[in-house]
């Protein structure tokens, strides 16, 4: 759902009608007030002269529970103001008055790039994995892990549910057939890995062993 927070009546009227127009689920919100009531958009057009604040007031209280997108729309084309834009978290910003048609386009590339941004990241339980920056959190912590222990991680997280079995393992990261690799060079980077990032490694709630084939992270 798009969220078009704009208190022009007719030009929020008419937003709403070029995004239900282009197949897309569309709210319009005329204050701050009306628009912190609406939750769960994938998108949020901002104005930034409220009648009852800034926009970009509302921009940073969306900046703080999550990293929905948001496209400012505005009036000024003071230089500051597009700052502050951008300092307060916004994906994108244009200059009233714009073709309703390239607004459209700005919106498609900002959720595109939305999009992109969630396939990179993984969340299971307390674990994160930025795939795009390699980086991994367990409850919040950093985990430092080796380049054998991440691909163990990321191989396990991009095939959430499935079982992967030591033979899989071993022909993706060690480039082997697994004949020459010894079975126990998985075992312990798959026992390091644990350490890493498992409170109690013996009753693992990330990387379980699925008895006989292989391991498994996370419910299908
Ligand atoms: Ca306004």
């Known amino acids: 759902m798009i969220l078009i927070v704009e208190d022009d009546v007719r030009l929020n009227q008419a937003l709403c009608r070029l995004f239900a127009g282009a197949g897309y689920m569309v709210t319009g919100a005329h204050s701050i007030k009306e628009a912190l009531l609406i939750s769960g958009a994938a998108l949020v057009i901002i104005d930034i002269g409220l009648p009852d604040g800034d926009g970009f007031a509302l921009c940073r209280q969306i900046r703080r529970t999550g990293s929905t997108p948001v496209i400012f729309l505005t009036a000024r084309d003071d230089e500051r103001d597009m700052i502050q834009a951008f300092d307060c978290g916004a994906d994108d910003y244009l200059v009233k008055p714009f073709p309703l048609a390239v607004l459209l386009k700005h919106a498609q590339a900002v959720l595109r790039r939305a999009r992109q941004e969630d396939l990179e990241l993984f969340c299971y339980e307390e674990l994160r994995i930025d795939f795009a920056r390699k980086q991994?959190?367990?409850?919040?912590?950093?985990?430092?892990?080796?380049?054998?222990?991440?691909?163990?991680?990321?191989?396990?997280?991009?095939?959430?549910?499935?079982v992967i079995t030591k033979q899989m393992m071993l022909e993706q990261l060690w480039d082997e057939t697994g004949a020459f690799v010894e079975e126990n060079t998985v075992n312990v980077a798959l026992s390091r890995l644990k350490k890493k990032i498992e409170a109690d490694p013996s009753h693992p709630v990330y990387i379980k062993n699925v008895f006989g084939l292989g391991y498994t992270l996370g419910e299908s």
């Open 136 to 162: 991994v959190k367990c409850n919040g912590t950093k985990v430092r892990l080796t380049p054998k222990e991440y691909g163990l991680l990321e191989l396990l997280a991009r095939n959430k549910g499935k």
